[in-house]
């Protein structure tokens, strides 16, 4: 079954290519892209697809490759042999099953989601590698070797935050997601809210694809928080004049707050409409 995209999810002909060729090749696809351009719901929208369970494995920086694998529960072990209970002679029940376990379980083929993997230590990618390559792993406690049922298909998502080793990357079928163009965007905006005035998703586009272009600017919109200003818009009845006879002047948009992130950005548009109101007299 070939992945196009879904009702909810709108897919390019390149991240629709990507994610059949990392299922052809049995690899792990690793999608890098600016945050807020859907790398995660990939994943989601990937599972429903193909009718597979879904399971996420969520990176943290204080996350370590073993919690995937497997934790023996030393602690609650001891505990347990202090007040004579019987199931301590049974070291698998202080095995706690970490994610690629679950996967590696399953009875069916899964999706697993590791997102994003570059938060965590340099080394968490390297840890993973003999497991992602071979789909096995050695449980030390209980002397058994846990091999995959079925090869779970597995999306990596990666904010760029740290660079990833070259050995980890050799193993992977890598794709870069571009900001949507615009017609890409308007479709996007479709699936979310095929109701919405057409007016009003042209001037809202223009709006946002120029706060994008300002030079300078610490943190650009995503397309995510364009999805929010548009509900915010839509809930707040902003007539589309607003929005289509702006005044220069006063460069910052109607609830900016879903756009802008930071108070740098903010401070920036209003120093341009400064600049452009002296300009002006």
């Known amino acids: ?8 999810y709108v897919s390019t002909e390149e991240l629709s290519m990507a994610v059949n ?4 090749l049995q690899r792990p696809l690793l999608i890098k892209g600016e945050p807020g351009t859907g790398k995660t719901l990939l994943a989601e929208q990937v599972a429903a697809a193909m009718g597979k369970k879904l399971i996420q494995w969520h990176i943290k920086s204080t996350t370590k490759a073993q919690q995937g694998l497997y934790e023996y529960d030393a602690v609650s072990r001891l505990r347990d042999s202090q007040l004579g209970d ?18 590696f379980a399953a009875d069916e083929q899964v999706v697993l989601l590791i997102d994003e993997i570059d938060k965590a230590d340099i080394e968490f990618p390297n840890d993973l590698l003999v497991e992602l390559d071979r789909m096995e792993f050695f449980v030390y406690e ?16 990666s904010n760029n ?15 870069f997601i571009n900001f949507p163009d615009r017609e890409t965007m308007e479709k996007i905006v479709e699936v979310h809210y095929p109701d919405i005035s ?6 809202a586009l223009e709006v946002f694809f120029d706060v994008r272009k300002i030079p300078g600017l610490k943190k650009k919109p995503s397309t995510s928080e364009l999805i929010d200003w548009l509900k915010l818009l839509m809930a707040d009845d902003i007539p589309e004049e ?11 948009p109607p609830l900016y707050g879903a756009l802008l992130k930071n108070e740098q950005d903010v401070h920036l548009l209003e120093r ?9 007299r």
């Open 1 to 8: 079954m070939k992945f196009t995209g879904t009702d909810s």
């Open 272 to 280: 341009l409409a400064f600049m452009h109101r002296r300009e002006s």
């Open 161 to 175: 935050e740290k660079e990833l080793p070259d050995a980890f990357l050799r193993r992977c079928f890598f794709h």
């Open 142 to 157: 209980t002397g058994e070797t846990v091999r995959a049922k079925h090869r779970p298909i597995i999306i990596i998502t």
């Open 21 to 24: 060729a990392a299922v052809t």
């Open 86 to 103: 019987d199931k301590v002679h049974d070291i698998a029940n202080y095995i706690k099953r970490g994610k690629l376990w679950e996967a």
């Open 198 to 203: 057409k007016t009003l998703v042209q001037e």
């Open 242 to 252: 607003i929005l289509k006879n702006r005044d220069a002047s006063k460069a910052i």
